[in-house]
């Protein structure tokens, strides 16, 4: 199959082809004659599966012919995220060209000003995050009476954030038209939104819970405390690019100043960054200045880096969700990728009930720094230990935060509770790596 076998434009396909995309992915297959059709779609499906051309396609083709007034866009995508916004308006914004359609983001952490301009010259389709949309139209910057084509993208991790009152809110805006929700998994907070704002959906479920796919592999780590920080030192500084995943913005910028003065190229990525640092380190990152990126689980959720192999939780993730959302910045469109994670001994049990719950079947293996067995799964190699510079610059102060829109700070310091209802939040909180 092929995308000419759709009903879609013949320059859009001609745009796709000189891309190189030409098969869809499963995901794409099987959304797109329903989406095309101006059916409500639910999709479900892991990070990186293709969702983005799956609504991003359709909305396009609906849009396009028609002409927005000034601050009244007839498409919208709603994001968690600041960096999945400019993923998927990087992913649209050639299509959206080749067939006249004038796309634009607002999302929180930057200025309003450009983004005020973009919406009273006119926008057909805009991706927003739902602090910052909801500001905008409170500020009567933007009004909603329009939209004909709303997308609801990895609706589960807003759900995660807190962001449901500010998205029923704009849903509740929105007159109807097509509506189309994506989301890894199915938790009672999105089936609430699936049950009040979509009309008789078509389900496509492909690959949901279980982030394992053929081309990816899982590593479950067995290393004592003391061994902790110079293992994940000598992954850091193997020949290749990795994301190291770490608990706390605090602890990445730790683990990042320390990594450098081994002598490795590493950044932190986190809510306390401004958005102007974020996409530096980002950029630095896919050009390969930075080779070690050291994140937190809502700074990295939605980017893509081309060709990355190697994921490494140095903090284990708090639950399966975010282990399946955390290996999925590698594995992406059929590309091989290893995750790997580091367990200290009070860790074991719980990781492998969170393996269990997954659906993932991980290898364990005792490692030691230095032991054959870690470089030979990860690549890990001693360090030069000559300290190199930070190639960006430091952190800015968190602007106050104003109702309704996100800033910097996110979510990424506010732990779960002790006790909820997905049970103990599992990442501990350590003092020091060394």
Do not use: W
Request: charged letters at 25%; hydrophobic letters at 40%; aromatic letters at 4%.
């Amino acid at each position: 199959m092929s995308f000419s076998q759709f009903p879609l434009p013949a320059r859009l396909v001609s745009a796709l082809e000189a891309d190189g995309v030409v098969t869809p992915f499963p995901i794409q297959a099987a959304t797109l004659p329903d989406a095309l059709a101006g059916r409500d779609v639910l999709g479900r499906g892991r990070t990186g599966s293709g969702k983005t051309l799956a609504f991003g396609l359709p909305m396009l083709v609906h849009l396009s012919g028609g002409r927005s007034a000034p601050g009244r866009p007839r498409g919208i995508v709603l994001v968690p995220t600041r960096e999945l916004a400019q993923q998927v308006a990087g992913a649209l914004i050639t299509y959206a060209r080749v067939v006249g359609v004038r796309l634009a983001t607002v999302v929180g952490g930057v200025p309003y000003r450009r983004q005020i301009e973009a919406l009273r010259r006119g926008v057909d389709l805009l991706v927003a995050t739902p602090g910052r949309l909801t500001d905008l139209v409170e500020r009567h910057e933007c009004s909603l009476s329009e939209v004909a084509v709303t997308v609801l993208d990895e609706a589960d991790q807003m759900a995660d954030m807190g962001f449901m009152p500010q998205v029923t809110q704009i849903l509740d805006l929105v007159p109807g038209g097509q509506r189309m929700l994506f989301s890894a998994t199915l938790d009672a907070q999105v089936d609430r939104l699936v049950r009040q704002y979509l009309h008789d959906p078509v389900t496509h479920a492909v690959d949901p819970m279980a982030a394992t796919v053929n081309t990816m592999t899982h590593h479950l780590l067995h290393v004592a405390r003391p061994d902790k920080f110079p293992s994940a030192t000598q992954i850091a500084a193997r020949d290749g690019r990795v994301i190291m995943f770490i608990g706390t913005k605090h602890r990445a910028d730790r683990l990042a100043d320390e990594l450098r003065a081994a002598g490795i190229s590493a950044a932190a990525l986190h809510g306390g960054k401004s958005q102007p640092q974020r996409m530096r380190t980002l950029d630095q990152f896919k050009k390969g200045l930075i080779t070690a990126l050291i994140a937190t689980d809502v700074a990295a959720r939605g980017i893509h880096i081309d060709d990355l192999d190697l994921v490494v939780n140095v903090d284990p993730p708090n639950d399966a969700r975010d282990y399946l959302h955390r290996g999925g910045r590698t594995a992406r469109a059929g590309k091989t990728g290893t995750v790997v994670t580091l367990v200290l001994p009070e860790q074991r049990r719980t990781m492998h009930r969170m393996m269990s719950v997954a659906g993932v079947r991980a290898e364990s293996t005792r490692v030691a720094p230095g032991a054959p067995e870690l470089a030979e799964i990860t690549g890990a190699r001693t360090p030069s230990g000559i300290p190199v510079p930070e190639l960006t610059t430091p952190p800015q102060r968190n602007p106050r935060r104003r109702f309704g829109h996100e800033s910097p700070r996110s979510h990424e310091d506010r732990r779960r509770p002790v006790q909820g209802r997905r049970g103990p939040a599992r990442t501990t909180r350590e003092g020091s790596f060394r």
